[in-house]
């Protein structure tokens, strides 16, 4: 079942739309999470298959669209320090009543309050296809900024290899499609990728219905 419609109305502001969406869900999301069904079906053991796809994390590790912290929960004994990013403060407040030792900021994929050239890792699952398709290149380039030289972007989302793909999906989870998303294309990502300075190691499909993107900072 949806769990909840994007507002896609005139004249409401898109991100203030997803935030308030995201902070009325935060006190349930790890509740609900894993019976939500649909293109999140098998969330938990696509991120297990994600981080195992890049287990590596030294130094400074951020996590872009933390949510509760279900992601970064795989590199938080190995990294130095800890960042989690996220549109919607209550998000961050439940990350922060599960893993007090991360530094959370609010902010959006587009304009993160961090210094350039700063991070070794950048984590980011189920959270770029809430960004506008029109943003999604200049999100990419914004985690450049970010990563040091060498360091590595290891990105998960909802996401599929072509149309065809999708369409088959999309029929599987008929009741549970939520029209109002656009999810990415392995394309879309290696050229956001490309474009921004990142070299693509890997892509993988943990699930039908999820991609992840491995990439190193030129
Ligand atoms: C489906 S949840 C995924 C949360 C978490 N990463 C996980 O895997 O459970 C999407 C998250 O992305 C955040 N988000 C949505 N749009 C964002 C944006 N433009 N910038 C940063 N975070 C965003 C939401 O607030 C939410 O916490």
Redesign the pocket.
Known sequence: MLRFKRTQEKGVDF?RS??E???DW?GT?DEE?DDIGGP?TG?RHS?KKAYKNYPEAAGNVL?????????IAEYIKDAKNVYG????PK?LEEAKKKFPSIKVET????NIPFESDYFDLIT????FH??SLS?RED?LKEVSRLLKQGGTLNL?DIGFNNKSDMDDAKEKYREEWDDSEQYPFEYELRQYAEDAGLTVDKIDYPSALHINLIARKR
Not at 85 to 88: E, F, H, M, N, P
Not at 124 to 127: A, I, L, R, V, W
């Open positions: 991100l997803i935030t969406l995201f902070d935060a999301y999470i999140l969330y991120i996590d872009i669209g933390i949510g509760t912290g279900n992601f990013v996220d549109i919607s998000m902010g959006d994929f587009n980011s699952s189920f959270s809430e960004v943003k999100a998960l």
